[in-house]
């Protein structure tokens, strides 16, 4: 319930709004050493000298000779991996979601955080499904989960992958079910253990453990640090109760407690300060003369999470969402949204693009949210890119002709602004849209109905039957009956009116080449380096390299395509919900939802589980070109190699794709 930053900050000025992000650290990486097998990077770009690249993997990589070898730098940003790398005229910055970095040369590293994170919604911290679902995880996921996050504990410390305690068994009680203990149990056994009694997920108390006393990932914890795992029965304005010490104690209790939060039947409603649906006035830090700010609690989760730590973020602290903000700021609650969304939300739920012009670097979050900064030291929020959202995120960012920041969204509005404040206006987008119609068969399985059939594929019942001259409205289909599902959807070709940062080259294995659009007046005022580079300059590096780059048809618009999802999985032997959801990219609240699980506890083999919507939904595709592979589209489309192969599961990872072919990209 501690309310302070757990992490090594540097000590910082506040003016308004403008906030030093969290303290720069240089890296010590690995020696550099070059690679054998030349990687494939997801993105790049380059300087008068060096191309700068990263893998899938997060890990950076520099070249001195366009990319026909490459040396790794030992450096990743590997949380959700590297989804932007620019040179801004005098600093390569690459960027993931929270986490950034930057370099002088291209080979050393200085880690900070961006202020990123315009999802951020103080009434919506987690949503019930997520937090109350025992079983997400199984013992040797969480096993393979603490080893991720400490391959190597410090000599003569023990770490929260290799702990191990005996435990002690309960009875049931209107909260949880009985725990039977048992003779050295390890980390993750307990943590199994208890959200199966106690009917809280996994991960949500991995979280609370960590945003509570970073024991997840520290590699030399001190016994306090387990004694107090989970800060249950440490108020801030008392010493903690030493009744409750242990990790046992401190994860079980923690986890009975949000469900003595909810005032189940058989207990008293005592719990009722900060109601479901309603708006609540809650305190900005333990100090009273901080005040309150008003938060409209959307679930139960959210309002166990204040009464656990009963403080919300203030302005600071949401502008500068991963470092600090002033002496009234608060940021347990905070941190939780933080790091459960860093570690248990698909990749593709966050992507941060970044580009520079007339000495400003921007970098933009999915949902729009804009940082601006002169130095990649101090960073402002000014603003957020108009009717941006989670439903529609920014799908392409960089710049207009003319050297102003531009956007467009998924839904093809798009706009620019000349510095990211609170001016942003619309930018013109040729679009055209078009009816397209499909045909789909469907062979009647064991326990189909016609209105499950029309639901998987996103049409109505009344549609079913009337192609398929069903009898009876459709109440008697047989199995192994073949029946035709047509749809339409509306396809639309938008011109994109956003150019990349001119930084930016495209890539293949060991090549590299700019993009059609790889200069403008603007990029060679805002870069020293580049504009010193001479056209015999240019020549002759290209005439250096090992690998002749390939010459890149200039990028046609995306085609975006309204249709309906409509796709489901069958259980596996092994299978849970955590890593069905993890597989299929969508929350696990969502799974349940769809399903109308009312055990998500019990799945069996060979089950149907719906795992999208099947509502309308919009997707935008890069029509394929000649020499495309997914890097090349990867690097010139701004998406993270990983994403754009959870997008399109059916093609080839690397090699020519045919073309025309349609690859999806949002």
């Not at 510095?419 to 469907?442: C, E, I, K, Y």
């Not at 701004?638 to 192969?645: D, R």
Request: proline share 6%.
């Amino acid at each position: 319930m501690k309310y302070w930053l757990k992490l090594v900050l540097s000590t910082l000025t506040v003016t308004g709004v403008v906030l030093s992000g969290a303290v720069g650290v240089l890296s010590t990486p690995t020696p550099a050493t070059a690679v054998d097998e030349a990687p494939v990077m997801t993105v790049a770009a380059k300087n008068t000298t060096v191309t700068v690249g990263a893998d899938a993997s997060g890990t950076l990589f520099w070249s001195e000779d366009a990319g026909a070898t490459w040396t790794s730098s030992g450096f990743a940003l590997a949380d959700h991996g590297v989804t932007s790398v620019i040179w801004n005229g005098t600093t390569f910055l690459a960027t993931s979601f929270f986490g950034a970095a930057r370099s002088a040369d291209g080979k050393n590293w200085t880690r900070f955080m961006l202020p990123v994170g315009a999802a951020f919604d103080p009434g919506n911290l987690i949503s019930d499904s997520e937090f109350f679902t025992s079983g997400t995880m199984s013992v040797d996921e969480i096993q393979s989960f603490l080893n991720e996050q400490v391959p190597n504990c410090r000599d003569g410390y023990v770490c929260m992958k290799d702990y191990v305690e005996t435990t002690f068994s309960r009875d049931a009680s209107v909260l949880c079910n009985a725990y039977e203990g048992a003779d050295n149990e390890t980390s993750a056994q307990i943590l199994r253990k208890v959200s199966d009694a106690c009917g809280v997920s996994v991960e949500a108390l991995l979280v609370l453990i960590q945003k509570e006393q970073s024991l997840v990932t520290h590699t030399w914890p001190s016994d306090w640090r387990f004694q107090k795992a989970t800060g249950y029965a440490c108020p801030d304005t008392a010493p903690c109760d030493e009744r409750y010490f242990g990790f046992y104690n401190q994860v079980y209790n923690a986890a009975k407690q949000f469900k003595r939060y909810s005032n189940p039947p058989g207990t008293s409603r005592f719990f009722t300060w900060f109601p479901v649906g309603s708006t609540s006035q809650i305190r900005l830090h333990p100090n009273a003369a901080c005040g309150t700010t008003p938060v409209t609690i959307k679930n139960q989760a959210t309002a166990g999470l204040y009464y656990y730590t009963p403080y919300t973020p203030n302005q600071p602290a949401v502008v500068n969402i991963s470092a600090v903000g002033d002496s009234c700021s608060a940021y347990g609650n905070r941190n939780f949204w933080r790091i459960y969304n860093i570690w248990f939300k698909q990749p593709g739920d966050y992507r941060t693009m970044v580009t520079a012009s007339r000495g400003i670097t921007m970098a933009v979050d999915r949902e729009g949210g804009v940082a601006v900064s002169t130095n990649l030291s101090t960073w402002t929020r000014p603003s957020v890119i108009p009717t941006a959202s989670a439903a529609n995120p920014v799908v392409e960012f960089g710049r207009t002709p003319d050297g102003d920041f531009a956007a467009l969204t998924q839904a093809g509005t798009a706009f620019q602004s000349e510095d990211g404040g609170g001016s942003w206006t619309s930018l013109a987008v040729n679009r055209s849209d078009q009816p397209q119609t499909s045909v789909a068969r469907h062979t009647v399985a064991s326990g189909d109905t016609v209105w499950r059939i029309a639901n998987t594929h996103g049409v109505s019942v009344a549609s079913v039957v009337d192609e398929n001259a069903l009898p009876n409205n459709g109440s008697t289909i047989f199995v192994g009956q073949e029946l035709t599902i047509t749809k339409t959807s509306t396809l639309s070709t938008i011109t994109s009116p956003v150019l990349p940062d001119p930084s930016i080259v495209v890539l293949s294995t060991g090549t590299t080449a700019p993009p059609a659009e790889s200069s403008d007046s603007s990029a060679e005022e805002s870069s020293a380096e580049d504009s010193s580079e001479s056209e015999a300059e240019a020549s002759e590096e290209a005439e250096s390299s090992a690998t002749p780059a390939p010459n890149y048809p200039p990028l046609e618009p995306l085609v975006t395509q309204t249709t309906r999802a409509n796709v489901e999985y069958v259980v596996q032997r092994g299978d849970t919900l955590w890593s069905i959801s993890r597989a299929r990219g969508i929350s696990l609240s969502s799974l349940v939802s769809l399903n109308n699980l009312s055990n998500p506890n019990r799945i069996f083999v060979g089950q149907r589980l719906q795992v999208s919507a099947g509502s309308s939904v919009q997707q935008s595709f890069h029509r394929v070109q000649s020499g495309d592979t997914l890097p090349v589209i990867s690097a010139r489309r701004s998406v993270a190699l990983s994403e754009l192969i959870r997008l399109n599961p059916t093609l080839p990872s690397s090699g020519d794709l045919r073309d025309g072919t349609l690859v999806r990209v949002g």
